[in-house]
């Protein structure tokens, strides 16, 4: 039986994160909950770049949540799509997913850097929006009652305004989370709908990735099956801040989340 990979990284090699100066800071951790919403998967044809998809053939559409934090890394989480609609001869070069934004998340990690600043999901914090990052809590250990939060895939902004930290302030220390955007990936207001390569604003929903294939795929006689998994080593980010209202104090800690990385495996099985 032969086997041919194809991977897919999703976010964190494919956004800039610049950070804020002074006591904001921002560091990547795992979840314990990640649910994402894969809701289209397309084969791209010989001549397609990393910025466009060529004749896609679409292998699998229709939402579908996956948890990825429920299995081992790299463990299969469910089958996705029906790759009897590859064209028999043809070979593809790419791979574009499409994702929704919005993803729900559970985590409890320190920020800090070992000095016991933890940053939680929780109950009745503000939830992410397409331009906001969610609120987190601030504690001084682990938790163990951190609740799952709506977060999204950030959209491509100079700065990001944090619910309740000053900017701009005596200390002129949070200028806000600036993320830039490679052209593989396209923010787009639909599944269907189409966008600007390398740019994901506020009011898209969704998010196009293209990846080039270790190596170009034809299809055979046989329909191969279609099998996805994920690995989370940078699920979720946060920035935080021991001084929120810039008064000079590090007194008043505050921290905030936006959806990371998850690495997604499709394998096509002859």
Known sequence: MKKTKILLTILISLLNFKNAVAVQATKSGSADVYKVSVEKVELCESGSTLANCLNPVV???GAKEFDIASVDAGAS?????NPAKISLGSTYTHIQTTLNRAVTIKADFDVSGGSNLFCKTASGN???TGSA???GTTGNSASTDETEMIMYIPDESSAHAITGFTLDGVGDSQAGIEIAMGTNITGITGVNA???AGVVSSSHTHIQHRLALTNPFTMRLNTPKVDISFTTSAAVFSTYSTDKNEDGTANDS???F???EPTIAVTLTE
């Open 126 to 128: 503000t939830a992410g």
């Open 133 to 135: 990052f969610a609120v």
């Open 254 to 256: 505050a921290c905030a």
């Open 77 to 81: 989480v469910g089958t996705y799509g």
């Open 258 to 260: 936006w959806a990371g």
């Open 194 to 196: 189409s966008g600007t």
């Open 59 to 61: 292998i699998g559409s």
